[in-house]
T-cell receptor, first 115, second 111 residues
Framework: GAGVSQSPRYKVAKRGQDVALRCDPI?????LFWYQQALGQGPEFLTY????????KSGLPSDRFFAERPEGSVSTLKIQRTQQEDSAVYLC?????????????FGPGTRLTVT | QKEVEQDPGPLSVPEGAIVSLNCTYS??????FMWYRQYSRKGPELLMY????GNKEDGRFTAQVDKSSKYISLFIRDSQPSDSATYLC???????????FGTGTRLQVFP
């Protein structure tokens, strides 16, 4: 079946612009995660949804970052007033049920460059 | 100190070599350990996961966990140029489902 998809694949934003990144998880997957991956580093956790409920947003770096999953499927990560330090690859992952975090499947990521 | 430590490499080996990739972790409460492969400009791809201590084999890949020393290993037998990628070890936070990754080790297998 189809895997996790993300759009856009690449985004260039001028400093101060708002951006919205979309994630389509594997159909039927309850859990959805967002991670941020800086160049040469492993992914770092941002936030976690179980269906439409955002259960953990402890990794969001500032209040400029906001995520939602209103119908329990597609999710959007929004970054307001982008800064250069926001440049990174944003990865979305999903897993079938809660408690199976060890089996997360990732999308291709959105590479954000803030100029 | 990071919760999961991994040597970033790069590691360069000839085709056919046995590759050993390693990580250490700090929290003895971690139970599941994963290896992901990430090709350039792609998302991480789950290779395998292991629960607690022991070995798990899948084709040319063997994952090993030693909980007494908090050491995680991935062995690749008969390495191929197509194995050239970054390999990420990870564990799952014991009270949430969020993944905690190492830095990743860049592997290059040359013909």
């Amino acid at each position: 079946g189809a895997g996790v998809s993300q759009s856009p694949r690449y985004k260039v934003a001028k400093r101060g612009q708002d951006v919205a990144l979309r994630c389509d998880p594997i159909s039927g997957h309850v859990s959805l995660f967002w991670y941020q991956q800086a160049l040469g580093q492993g992914p770092e956790f941002l936030t976690y949804f179980q269906n439409e409920a955002q259960l953990d947003k402890s990794g969001l770096p500032s209040d400029r970052f906001f995520a939602e999953r209103p119908e329990g499927s597609v999710s959007t990560l929004k970054i307001q007033r982008t800064q250069q330090e926001d440049s990174a690859v944003y990865l979305c992952a999903s897993s079938e049920v809660p408690g199976q975090g060890y089996e997360q499947y990732f999308g291709p990521g959105t590479r954000l460059t803030v100029t | 100190q990071k919760e999961v430590e991994q040597d970033p490499g790069p590691l360069s080996v000839p085709e056919g070599a046995i590759v050993s990739l390693n990580c250490t972790y700090s929290n003895s409460a971690f139970q599941y350990f994963m290896w992901y492969r990430q090709y350039s400009r792609k998302g991480p791809e789950l290779l395998m996961y292991t629960y607690s201590s022991g070995n798990k084999e899948d084709g040319r890949f063997t994952a090993q966990v030693d909980k007494s020393s908090k050491y995680i290993s991935l062995f690749i037998r008969d390495s191929q140029p197509s194995d050239s990628a970054t390999y990420l070890c990870a564990t799952v936070s014991y009270n949430t489902d969020k993944l905690i990754f190492g830095t990743g080790t860049r592997l290059q297998v040359f013909p």
